[in-house]
Nanobody
């Protein structure tokens, strides 16, 4: 049974940093796309970042425009863990952050992912 468990959320002041982790279990995920999404109150879940395997035996990362240059996604396949380093946090980054795993054709689409964690709350105060 596949399980994703996020951690690392919390309350931080604007300009601060947090590092989210997502531990995956149930099988290996080295060739899967792993991503981060977030959902703010009253809003739809939105794409944040993804890291995906390419046929060139490397990983590529993609980011939403709103987080580019501030967030960095990475993964440790030996630990089956996905990370999201978030710097220069802003109040509009406040949301529940979810990790997801799948084989999406469009990595920015929620519906394209097969497995989801329960989420971790990130709150950025001004």
């Amino acid at each position: 049974q596949v399980q994703l468990v996020e951690s690392g959320g919390g309350l931080v002041q604007a300009g601060g940093s947090l590092r989210l982790s997502c531990v995956a279990s149930g099988r290996t995920f080295s060739r899967d796309t792993m991503g981060w999404f977030r959902q703010a109150p009253g809003k739809e879940r939105e794409f944040v970042a993804t890291i995906r395997w390419s046929t060139g035996r490397t990983y590529y990362a993609d980011y939403a425009d709103s987080v580019k240059g501030r967030f960095t996604v990475s993964r440790d396949n030996a630990k089956n863990t996905l990370y999201l380093q978030m710097n220069s946090l802003r109040p509009d980054d406040t949301a529940v952050y979810y990790c997801a795993v799948g084989s999406p054709l469009d990595f920015s689409k929620v519906r394209e992912y097969d497995y989801w964690g329960q989420g971790t709350q990130v709150t950025v105060s001004s």
